[in-house]
């Protein structure tokens, strides 16, 4: 799935993922929000 995701990424397609794994967010993800109950807490590009 990582190598399908990063293929799509180098295409520059938009990916949106939901994650609880920070080893998936930070090693795929260009842009991080994190969120709180509903609320943007932290917003990091990569």
Known sequence: ???LLLKL???GKTI???SHSK???DFLCDTVIR???GKIIE????
């Open 35 to 37: 969120m709180d109950k």
């Open 23 to 25: 080893e998936d967010v």
């Open 9 to 11: 990424k180098g295409q």
């Open 16 to 18: 949106l993922i939901a």
């Open 43 to 46: 917003r990091s590009n990569q």
């Open 1 to 3: 799935m990582r190598q």
